[in-house]
């Protein structure tokens, strides 16, 4: 079974722009969490998705957004990017949301903002 | 305001020897607590967890320890090897009208010297 996807690995932007990330999540999980992490302040929360729907959210500003489609796939949008969202992005898929014992992270999305 | 923290940052080991990883926490709602481990350009994952009911959980040589009244958790590593050195996130889980969400704590890093 192929794990979590993640595209791209590397990003690179300047300050402004706007970025999207993708996720592409284990075969048969219906559930997709974005985590934002940083040397500072560790994996954050930003959101998670569950059969197209957002069912949790963290304490990110509305510049931070994402959809589910109805295949899983995930997507994550930062707009007028700055350079504080200098980060690793991570999704994470499971079943049915539940992180105890079938959450799987993919490798991440390194997004550099110049 | 950090509900995980996990306040040392580094670790380093002799193989063969324990190795002790410490986490605090700050809100008695989270339910679960979970380890993971990172490894350099790949994502977290799952270690070992604990209910908050219990007060210990072991497999093989990973064994998490929970006190609950010290709101404070340990993984005990015994006995340590190489491939053990990692990056070890600690985690808490929330579950919030249905779904969950995991608060991280900063990660520490392990080293286990041969």
């Known amino acids: 079974k192929a794990g979590v996807t993640q595209t791209p690995r590397y990003l690179i932007k300047t300050r402004g722009q706007q970025v999207t990330l993708s996720c592409s999540p284990i075969?048969?999980?219906?559930?997709v969490s974005w985590y934002q992490q940083t040397p500072g302040q560790g994996l954050q929360f930003l959101f998670e998705?569950?059969?197209?729907?957002?069912?949790n959210k963290g304490n990110f500003p509305g510049r931070f957004s994402g959809r589910q489609f109805s295949n899983s796939r995930s997507e994550m949008n930062v707009s007028t990017l700055e350079l504080g969202d200098s980060a690793l992005y991570l999704c994470?898929?499971?079943?049915?949301?539940?992180?105890?014992?079938?959450?799987?992270f993919g490798p991440g999305t390194r997004l550099t903002v110049l | 305001d950090q509900q995980v923290k996990q306040n040392s940052p580094s670790l380093s080991v002799q193989e063969g020897r324990i190795s002790i990883l410490n986490c605090d926490y700050t809100n008695s709602m989270f339910d679960y607590f979970l380890w993971y481990k990172k490894y350099p350009a790949e994502g977290p994952t799952f270690l070992i967890s604990?209910?908050?009911?219990?007060d210990k959980n072991e497999d093989g040589r990973f064994t998490v320890f929970l006190n609950k009244s010290a709101k404070h958790l340990s993984l005990h590593i015994v006995p340590s090897q190489p491939g053990d050195s990692a990056v070890y996130f600690c985690?808490?889980?929330?579950?919030?009208?249905?779904?969950?969400?995991?608060?991280f704590g900063k990660g520490m890093k392990l080293t286990v010297n041969p």
């Open positions: 075969s048969g999980h219906r559930s």
């Open positions: 994470a898929s499971s079943l049915l949301g539940r992180a105890v014992n079938e959450q799987f």
């Open positions: 998705y569950f059969s197209e729907t957002q069912r």
């Open positions: 604990i209910s908050s009911i219990k």
């Open positions: 985690a808490a889980r929330l579950l919030q009208g249905g779904s969950e969400k995991l608060v």
